[in-house]
């Protein structure tokens, strides 16, 4: 009997996109709100669950390569990237993606990995400046 994959008990292990850092991800429920857990070292982050099929829209009506543009909740995030999308309030969600105040961004860097193990996307593995697209 195989554990399925995504569970607390299993999470999915990834790496960012330049495969310098590993981290993990699950689907759990928070406030009955299906969200995933990104563990990153100690930090833990939280984000909407329905992110990966919006991005998944997104990035096939897009139709070509797209840049991370990975950044800090602090930080801006450069236009026409996977981050500024997913803190845009033109996305479905109209904000942000990112669920714990102070530790939303980095959108970019961790989310595109899961994608690509789920095999939606395509995700370059550059030292920076990484890009996906939908497969």
């Known amino acids: 009997m195989s554990i399925e994959k995504g ?3 299993n999470p999915w292990q990834l790496k960012t996109p330049p495969q310098t ?6 689907k759990d429920d928070k406030d009955g709100k299906a969200i995933l857990v990104c563990t990153v070292g100690k930090t833990v982050l939280h984000y909407d ?3 990966v099929d919006d991005l998944y829209a997104m990035l096939q009506q ?3 390569w797209m840049e991370l543009g990975s950044a800090d909740e602090q930080k ?6 996977i981050e500024a999308w ?6 479905p969600v109209g904000g942000w993606y990112g ?6 961004g980095r959108f970019g860097m961790y989310i595109p990995p899961l994608l690509e193990q789920l095999g939606l996307a395509e995700v370059e593995h550059h030292p920076r400046n990484n890009r ?3 497969i």
């Open 99 to 104: 669920l714990k105040k102070g530790l939303r």
């Open 49 to 51: 669950y329905r992110c």
């Open 76 to 81: 801006p995030a450069k236009e026409g990237t």
């Open 62 to 64: 897009h139709g070509d």
């Open 7 to 9: 569970t607390k008990e």
């Open 21 to 26: 850092s590993e981290y993990e991800m699950y």
């Open 86 to 91: 997913g803190r845009s309030p033109e996305n």
């Open 132 to 134: 996906v697209r939908a």
